[in-house]
């Protein structure tokens, strides 16, 4: 089983719609991040959290939310989708010790029509 | 922000070696990584270098370190089909809550 688990994994969906992106994961990690990919235009933080009580804005938060439910669990939310919101999404952990890499899902591919 | 800087496409023919580089910002970030991402999937570590090092070799990748130009290469040896994916650079500053990442440079290997 994958460590880091995002469902789903792809959504189409239509503006206007409230979305939900989950994300779990087994390691143990305190730190979780979400990040958006773009083509050409790499990897950009929208959330991240060190600890339950704990959420932070990255570069391009405006039109999300996130909730850290426990721990493990780190969910994304788009109250109401947008075209330009067709994106492939990436949960992450961190370890904060040893090499402070960043552990990845499998991303989750959100199409707004 | 200030951006990490890699090139956006590659292409090599199969059994030749890639150079992939990457120019970073924050001459504070303790490690360096290269993140693989095969299509479909998501970014898997590579590898990655400690800021006091030069160079390091891992069965064919080896990543050389810049500090002063704070410039990073990856090379592959060899290169194979399998390798065709895309490559991401990405700095930890010491500062830093989040990796940088670069936009991700896109080899293609031909036969």
């Known amino acids: 089983d994958a460590d880091v688990t995002q469902t789903p994994r792809n959504r189409i969906t239509k503006t206007g719609k409230r979305i939900m992106l989950e994300c779990s994961q087994t390691?143990?990690?305190?730190?979780m991040y979400w990040y958006r990919q773009d083509p050409g235009l790499g990897l950009r933080l929208i959330y991240y959290?060190?600890?339950?009580?704990?959420?932070n804005k990255g570069e391009i938060s405006d039109g999300y939310s996130v909730s850290r439910q426990a721990q493990a669990k780190f969910s994304l939310s788009l109250e109401s989708a947008i075209p330009n919101q067709t994106a492939l999404y990436f949960c992450?952990?961190?370890?904060?010790?040893?090499?402070?890499?960043?552990?990845f899902g499998e991303g989750s591919r959100l199409t707004v029509l | 922000g200030e951006d990490v800087e890699q090139s956006l496409f590659l292409s090599v023919r199969e059994g030749d070696s890639s150079v992939i580089n990457c120019t970073y910002t924050d001459s504070s970030s303790t490690y360096l990584y290269w993140y693989k991402q095969e299509p479909g999937a998501g970014l898997q570590l590579l590898t990655y270098i400690f800021s006091n090092m030069d160079m390091k070799q891992d069965q064919r990748l080896t990543v050389l370190l810049n500090k002063k130009d704070k410039h990073l290469s990856l090379r592959i040896a060899d290169t194979q089909t399998g390798d065709s994916a895309i490559y991401f650079c990405a700095e930890s500053p010491n500062s830093g809550y989040a990796l940088n990442f670069g936009k991700g440079t896109s080899l293609l290997v031909t036969p």
């Open positions: 390691k143990g990690h305190d730190r």
């Open positions: 992450a952990t961190r370890d904060r010790k040893n090499t402070g890499e960043l552990f």
């Open positions: 959290s060190f600890d339950v009580k704990d959420i």
